[in-house]
């Protein structure tokens, strides 16, 4: 049986010991220290973003955008329907309550259009505003974010940017997650970059991140003795895990240029298939490539591209079941058009590990070119 080819498996700097032995000989070892003051100035220093909060996933880095933006019990949160569970299962934790919008096929993420719709027809019929939009750039594509955000300051609705698959993709050269009142991003082990597992949180208001940095720490208050007006949570990122992630943030622009080189091999490679779909670019953004996904022409080609795959020990997946057709969110309120419904049924992403090789890729090709 030929070496399994992952989705998107780890991929190490070299430099991530060096960064680990600073902890060890400095004995910090636990969530502060040298690390992880480097990995929030260095997460600025790249972004743009004015203040930085590495905490221990991304997951975790959206339940507190929540907290510190006031959403509380009945709150309602608009979030894109396309996405990662970990996007929105933080309302459920605030018994908030979500409210999903479909994507577009320009960008493949939240469709501005809908959502304005919705926000004009709220304002006409005197509805309650929501509290928070929640927007994902799904697979590393930007968003129609300008868009997104003009309505969302009409409206006056706070935004949390979920970045998570997104780092280092820009659109007018402005770096995800730095577009919303607070950005997110993710270095579980499967993307871009990784720590392991890992999250930040990213704002230029720094009375947010103040508040963060608070209740990510069992929101002790300012005693000599433990005192506490409010409840938190034991979310900070580790010295160590952190040291891994600055010298993975070392090498982002290399691990981009390598997933941007991926997706054009499958793309020339692919080109003789006529009936494959690629993700597209919206203008003026360039994304990270984090996976490089595609459309068949049906569930039935999809399936028995993925099971083909499977079966040549190749791991690839479909894309996000939208959250509108979870069986968890089945009360949920939510606007369709069908959008990610189809691109769940007929789209898959392919391994896209920025240590695949030449010959790797031309395995998964073949494959589905002979299917
Ligand atoms: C879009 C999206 N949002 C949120 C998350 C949650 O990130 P984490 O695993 O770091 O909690 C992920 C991935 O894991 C994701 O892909």
């Given at each position: 049986?030929?070496k399994?080819?992952?989705?998107?498996?780890?991929?190490?700097?070299?430099?991530?010991?060096?960064?680990?032995?600073?902890a060890?000989?400095?004995?910090y070892?636990?969530?502060?220290?040298?690390?992880?003051?480097?990995?929030?100035?260095?997460?600025?220093?790249?972004?743009?973003?004015?203040h930085?909060?590495?905490?221990?996933n991304?997951?975790?880095?959206?339940?507190?955008?929540l907290?510190?933006?006031?959403?509380d019990?009945?709150?309602?949160?608009?979030?894109?329907?396309?996405?990662?569970?970990?996007?929105?299962a933080?309302?459920?934790?605030?018994?908030?309550k979500?409210?999903?919008?479909?994507?577009?096929?320009?960008?493949?993420n939240?469709?501005?259009?809908?959502?304005?719709?919705?926000?004009?027809?709220?304002?006409?019929?005197?509805?309650?505003?929501?509290k928070a939009?929640?927007?994902?750039h799904?697979?590393?594509?930007?968003?129609?974010?300008?868009?997104?955000?003009?309505?969302?300051?009409?409206?006056?609705?706070?935004?949390?940017?979920?970045?998570?698959?997104?780092?280092?993709?820009?659109?007018k050269?402005?770096?995800?997650?730095?577009?919303?009142?607070?950005?997110?991003?993710?270095?579980?082990?499967?993307?871009?970059?990784?720590?392991?597992?890992?999250?930040?949180?990213?704002?230029?208001?720094?009375?947010?991140?103040?508040?963060?940095?608070?209740?990510?720490?069992?929101?002790?208050?300012?005693?000599?003795?433990?005192?506490?007006?409010?409840?938190?949570?034991?979310?900070?990122?580790?010295?160590i895990?952190a040291?891994?992630?600055?010298?993975?943030?070392?090498?982002?622009?290399?691990?981009i240029?390598?997933?941007?080189?991926?997706?054009?091999?499958?793309?020339?490679?692919?080109s003789?298939?006529?009936?494959?779909e690629?993700?597209?670019?919206?203008?003026?953004?360039?994304?990270?490539?984090?996976?490089?996904?595609?459309?068949?022409?049906?569930?039935?080609?999809?399936?028995?591209?993925?099971?083909?795959?499977?079966n040549?020990?190749?791991?690839?997946?479909?894309?996000?079941?939208?959250?509108?057709?979870?069986?968890?969110?089945?009360?949920?309120?939510?606007?369709?058009?069908?959008?990610?419904?189809?691109?769940?049924?007929?789209?898959?992403?392919?391994?896209?590990?920025?240590?695949?090789?030449?010959?790797?890729?031309?395995?998964?090709?073949?494959?589905?070119?002979?299917?």
């Open positions: 049986m030929n399994r080819i992952f989705l998107s498996p780890p991929h190490m700097s070299g430099n991530e010991m060096n960064y680990i032995q600073r060890f000989d400095e004995n070892i636990t969530s502060i220290g040298s690390n992880v003051t480097g990995f929030e100035e260095k997460i600025k220093a790249i972004t743009g973003a004015k930085a909060l590495a905490v221990i991304a997951t975790a880095a959206i339940h507190l955008a907290r510190v933006l006031g959403v019990e009945n709150d309602e949160v608009f979030a894109s329907s396309f996405t990662f569970i970990g996007s929105v933080p309302i459920l934790y605030q018994k908030a979500p409210f999903f919008i479909d994507s577009d096929k320009k960008s493949w939240l469709d501005p259009t809908l959502l304005e719709n919705e926000l004009k027809r709220r304002e006409k019929e005197s509805i309650k505003m929501p939009l929640i927007l994902t799904l697979y590393g594509q930007m968003a129609d974010i300008e868009k997104i955000i003009t309505i969302c300051k009409k409206y006056n609705i706070p935004t949390i940017e979920d970045a998570a698959e997104s780092l280092g993709a820009t659109y050269d402005k770096y995800s997650g730095t577009f919303a009142t607070i950005g997110i991003y993710s270095f579980n082990g499967n993307k871009i970059l990784t720590t392991s597992g890992g999250g930040v949180l990213v704002s230029d208001d720094l009375e947010l991140i103040h508040k963060a940095r608070f209740l990510s720490t069992q929101a002790k208050d300012n005693f000599v003795h433990y005192e506490h007006t409010t409840f938190g949570y034991n979310y900070r990122m580790s010295n895990l040291g891994i992630g600055i010298a993975q943030l070392e090498v982002l622009d290399e691990r240029n390598k997933k941007r080189w991926i997706f054009e091999f499958y793309k020339s490679a692919l003789a298939s006529k009936e494959i690629f993700m597209p670019e919206i203008p003026d953004s360039i994304g990270n490539r984090w996976l490089t996904t595609v459309l068949f022409k049906d569930y039935a080609t999809r399936e028995r591209i993925r099971l083909a795959l499977e040549h020990n190749i791991e690839s997946r479909p894309l996000w079941k939208p959250m509108h057709m979870q069986p968890v969110f089945k009360d949920a309120d939510f606007i369709a058009n069908k959008t990610s419904e189809e691109m769940f049924l007929r789209g898959l992403c392919l391994p896209s590990g920025t240590n695949m090789s030449e010959n790797e890729l031309k395995r998964v090709v073949k494959i589905i070119l002979d299917k």
